[in-house]
């Protein structure tokens, strides 16, 4: 069965409580129950992990390779500074859709810029939660045209 990494970056521990007008209401575990629950009825599995730290999101995204076929990456913060991020996307080659629950583009110029971008397939923002379950139905897709087309 395909697996789908489900990789959170810095401050999204703290969904629910963090300025929850921009970010809503639900828990990150809640988010992770539902790409759980979606990837259930889908076929797939999802795998869920956060962190706080570049280095673990890197190595997260490079043990990834021969075990997931596809990648949700909200980078948070990391999205807008993190050359080496996007470096270990392109370098593993596993399709990346990139998440944000807010819409970056309505808001600061700094968060208008996306190292993840350049590496992605695409990118997801502005409907909150919904967004990983948008990317996650993104990828199956992917993996469909992929299967098609070998
Ligand atoms: C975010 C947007 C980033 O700009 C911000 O730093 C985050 C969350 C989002 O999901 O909307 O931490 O990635």
């Not at 970056?9 to 007008?21: S, Y």
């Not at 629950?37 to 490079?62: F, P």
Request: include cysteine; aromatic fraction near 6%; proline fraction near 2%.
């Amino acid at each position: 069965m395909r697996s789908i990494l489900i990789l959170n970056g810095p401050n999204l521990n703290l969904l629910g409580t963090r300025q929850p007008e921009v970010y809503g209401h639900e828990t990150l575990e809640m988010v992770e129950n539902a790409c759980m629950a979606h990837a259930q009825k889908s076929g797939v599995i999802a795998t869920c992990l956060q962190s706080n730290h570049e280095g673990v999101l890197l190595d997260a995204i490079h043990a990834a390779r021969g075990v997931h076929a596809g990648i949700v990456l909200n980078a948070g913060a990391y999205t807008h500074t993190s050359i080496a991020l996007m470096d270990a996307i392109f370098s593993v080659e596993i399709p990346t859709v990139e998440v944000h629950l807010s819409n970056i583009h309505a808001r600061e110029d700094f968060r208008h810029t996306s190292y993840i971008a350049r590496a992605a397939l695409g990118q997801i923002c502005g409907f909150g939660s919904q967004g990983y379950i948008m990317a996650m139905d993104a990828l199956m897709q992917k993996f469909a045209q992929l299967e098609g087309a070998s």
